[in-house]
């Protein structure tokens, strides 16, 4: 799996590529860290060959491509888990 981060103006930056959800999710929870960025959600939307990830911000988001069939419901299953954890 591909994962990419598209910033407020719209430009995609390469993160990383990975072999299963739960690295995308580390890496993209890895990457918001490393800019001092808190996720106050985090929600999937299903694009053409694609998942726009949205962690709330209203121009920023990622992409996770390249993935398998398989992998859609381990997606929506760490997304379930990982709202579960920002919840306070």
Same mark, same amino acid.
């Given at each position: 799996?591909r994962?990419? /981060? $598209?910033?407020?103006?719209g430009k995609?930056? /390469?993160?990383?590529?990975?072999?299963?959800? #739960?690295? @995308?999710?580390? #890496?993209? $929870?890895?990457?918001?860290? #490393?800019?001092? /960025?808190?996720a106050?959600?985090? !929600? @999937?939307?299903? =694009?053409? %060959?694609?998942?726009k990830? #949205?962690? %709330? $911000?209203?121009?920023?988001? /990622?992409?996770? $491509?390249? &993935?398998?069939d !398989?992998?859609?419901?381990e =997606? !929506?299953? @760490? =997304?379930?888990? &990982?709202?579960? &954890? =920002?919840?306070f």
């Amino acid at each position: 799996m591909r994962v990419e /981060f $598209s910033n407020g103006n719209g430009k995609r930056i /390469f993160i990383s590529e990975v072999n299963n959800v #739960d690295e @995308a999710i580390s #890496d993209m $929870s890895d990457y918001m860290e #490393d800019h001092r /960025f808190n996720a106050i959600h985090m !929600k @999937a939307r299903q =694009l053409d %060959g694609e998942w726009k990830i #949205d962690v %709330g $911000s209203w121009t920023e988001f /990622f992409y996770v $491509s390249d &993935y398998k069939d !398989k992998d859609v419901d381990e =997606l !929506k299953e @760490a =997304l379930v888990e &990982y709202n579960k &954890y =920002l919840q306070f």
